[in-house]
């Protein structure tokens, strides 16, 4: 069965008179036809089709009402969080099954904080709860950057360069003094030469840098390759045009410590509201985690759960944690290819995996309940 039909049947199941429309997040995939939109649209066709298939009956209704959510989310924050909790299920799936969605929720009533997932082990359930991590500074300090640079772009753009512009800013620094930057006596360096840098002091540890050099102009028959080394970008134009140009990049400065206790005070808040949806719960908690900025890799995610984590006890309700791996390439020979996840116990729980789920977490068994029986390879 092709993806397309595998969607059709989910939208005439779940979302029946739902057209695709770049009002919505999944709208805006299918009407786009580059590959990497095609292959993510087929991703998710196949995590559908494995997902609702793995479910118990009584999940049935939820995913219903999970996968009508999907197709008619507009948030792409949303999205990603709903499409997270389908690619972790369908991860988990190849694994154990069957799984109960939202396992703590009543069938009437308002429905009190839930994991997403309870699984079925010899030992007894396993409650799974899926998040996406969100480190609040690193995306409040990419807010703020790409404000100056707007301004940047526009006080440049109006004095007719052709200029390229590489702002290094602190992951921390004081809005209202980094305005500094748009003022014309800072900025009449860059605008009187073709080439330089400048530190702006913008209240933080260390200064702000802009640093500019001529913006490349390609004429016909030429090609990246011709750009001179260190650039990162060109406009295109005949050689007889006249006008102004430019194009910016930005990144953080200062040390990695930095970025570490921003990211590690955004997963710690994070651990602090998983909390509540596991307490008075008999079954062990599990955590899969996924980092929603490119800063936060899952390398580092895994590495502050080991050292940062587990050595603290008031996390000692946690049993265990995951880190999704996403799937970075759609080629075949690449070994990114896949989505997976990776797994990591704490060293201190108030209850410790069962040598089940231990097995089950590092890949060595499956665990598939059939009529009353593990079915276990």
């Known amino acids: 069965m092709h993806a397309a039909e595998v969607l059709n049947q989910a939208r005439d199941q779940y979302a029946p008179g739902w057209v695709p429309s770049r009002d919505t997040v999944l709208g805006t995939l299918l009407s786009t036809s580059a590959q990497p939109a095609v292959c993510e649209a087929i991703a998710l066709a196949w995590s559908l089709r494995v997902v609702a ?20 989310e507009r948030s792409d924050v949303q999205f ?22 939202e396992p703590y929720v009543p069938s009437e009533g308002d429905p009190p904080p839930s994991a997403d997932y309870a699984i079925s082990l010899p030992e007894g359930s396993v409650a799974i709860d899926v998040t996406v991590v969100h480190v ?18 526009t006080r440049i753009d109006s004095e007719g360069k052709f200029v390229a512009v590489e ?4 992951l921390e620094f004081d809005r209202t003094r980094a305005q500094v930057l748009l003022e014309r006596r800072t900025l009449s360096p860059l605008l009187k030469s073709n080439e330089g840098s ?37 406009v295109q134009a005949p050689p007889s045009s006249v006008g102004s140009g430019s194009a910016f990049n930005y990144r953080p400065v200062g040390g990695g410590s930095d970025a570490e206790r921003l990211a590690f005070t ?20 599990v955590l899969v985690l996924k980092s929603a900025h490119h800063w936060l890799t899952p390398e580092g995610l895994l590495d502050l759960l080991e050292r940062r984590v587990w050595p603290n006890g008031q996390y000692a309700w946690l049993t265990a944690a995951c880190v999704l791996f996403p799937r970075r390439s759609f080629v075949e020979a690449s070994p990114d290819n896949q989505s997976r996840l990776v797994s990591t116990l704490n060293t201190g729980p108030h209850v410790a995996a069962s040598p089940s789920l231990r097995s089950l977490l590092a890949g060595e068994r499956a665990f598939h309940l059939r009529n009353g029986r593990y079915e276990e390879r």
Do not use: C, H, N, Y
């Not at 690193?138 to 940047?152: C, I, K, S, T």
């Not at 955004?266 to 908690?285: A, D």
């Open 167 to 170: 702002l290094a800013m602190p």
């Open 136 to 153: 609040d500074a690193f995306e409040a300090w990419a807010r703020a950057v790409r404000q100056l640079v707007d301004g940047l772009r």
């Open 266 to 285: 955004s997963l710690r808040r994070t651990l602090q509201r998983k909390k509540k949806q596991f307490e008075g719960k008999p079954e062990p908690p």
């Open 198 to 234: 400048l530190f702006v002091d913008v209240g933080a540890e260390v200064q702000a840098e802009l640093r500019w050099s001529p913006l490349p102009v390609l004429v016909p028959g030429e090609g990246i390759q011709t750009l001179p080394q260190g650039a990162f970008a060109a």
């Open 80 to 101: 990603d969080e709903r499409r997270t909790e389908l690619e972790v299920a369908e991860l988990l799936a190849a694994r154990v099954s069957p799984i109960a969605f």
């Open 53 to 72: 298939a793995a479910l118990t009956e009584r999940s049935l209704p939820i995913f219903a009402k999970k996968v009508g959510e999907l197709f008619a």
